[in-house]
């Protein structure tokens, strides 16, 4: 018996690893940008707002607990997420605080209630014929590079309204971002209007259309 209790108490002591590991909030939007794809510290360190140094020791933390890998490429260290599981238990713990914290449903309204009217489903995407829509990903051109939903073409936001003479007046833009708590995608969706397009967005990215690919072949009959 003492030895199953010992045996417990050392398997509970690893997956209090990855708990500890995650219990910074920095940490998680470190994990959450090296989801969209490798990154630099530097880069990390401006998306963040945090030095180098802080950076780095979240990295180190993120590193001893297997979440993130790390290859040098000349001078620069590049940071990405050990693996897809990592990336996916993200998409699962978001939807998890999402549902059981109202605090965190409450911060979300504030940035997307007033654009509601303007978002869609995946389900509805899919629905629409494809000659019929433009989907664009503004997220920055490294992360598109690195994955995107299928049959997207990369505008990066800051690039937007310089590349509007480039998009198709007679079709629907559907934008996407990096998922359900970034607002690029608001940002985008305004420019669109403000110019006179027909404009959509997803509040899923990259990683929520992978996880709906896979329940949806997983449902289809074999």
Known sequence: MNEDRQWKDHLYLEFARIGKCLSSPKRLELIDLLAQG???????SKSTGMSVANVSQHLQTLHDSKLVRFHKKGNYVIYQVADYSVADFMVSFHRLSE???TTLQQLKSEIFQEHADSAMTLDELNKMEIGDVLLVDVRPEDEYRSDHIPGAVSVPIGDLEASLQTLPADKEIVVYCRGPYCSLSVQAVEILKDHGFRASRIEEGVLEWKRHREQSQRKSPQ
């Open 99 to 101: 549902k059981q914290l």
């Open 38 to 44: 490798p990154k630099s510290v530097e880069q990390l």
